[in-house]
């Protein structure tokens, strides 16, 4: 049985995450929790490519899997550092996704990578390799976040 139809319900839990962020306030945790310069249009946006991203990586699937993988991979690791790892660090303050990327992240990511496995499609450099690409697709929005405050970006000038 091909397993790739585990990325579209990747894809869907992440459009429930985005739900769960933008109704608990995730931009208020954002600028107060992890100091991060951002807004809704940045949410929007990003969170809008995150699901172009879902679409494409489910309908290329195995015959790309690294590509295909990033998406769980950018899963684990949104789970991990943006919304687990925040929640321990302030002692148990609510970060808004922290209910999907725990009950709906987790399971899912570690499903699409044994569907994976079980396809036939996993390798050790296919595992390393989507993990890569998904911290780069993950780092990339904060770093452009950050980066936009510098004089260099300024287009005002």
Not at 14 to 22: K, M, P, S, T
């Amino acid at each position: 049985m091909d397993h790739a139809y585990i990325l579209w319900i990747a894809t869907f839990a992440y459009a429930l995450h985005i739900v769960e962020e933008y109704m608990f306030d995730w931009k208020g945790w954002a600028i107060h929790v992890i100091k991060l310069p951002v807004n809704w249009i940045h949410f929007a946006i990003v969170n809008g490519v995150v699901i172009v991203l879902g679409i494409s990586c489910s309908s290329v699937a195995w015959s790309l899997p690294a590509y295909a993988l990033c998406l769980p991979a950018l899963m684990l690791i949104n789970a991990t550092f943006f919304h687990v790892l925040p929640f321990l660090v302030t002692k148990g303050r609510f970060s808004p996704g922290l209910g999907t990327a725990i009950i709906l992240f987790y399971p899912i990511s570690i499903w699409a990578y044994y569907g994976a496995y079980r396809d036939g499609v996993l390798s050790t450099s296919t595992l390393i390799l989507s993990f890569i690409v998904g911290a780069l697709l993950m780092a990339s929005p904060i770093v452009m976040l950050k980066l936009r405050l510098r004089p260099y970006f300024n287009q005002d000038k």
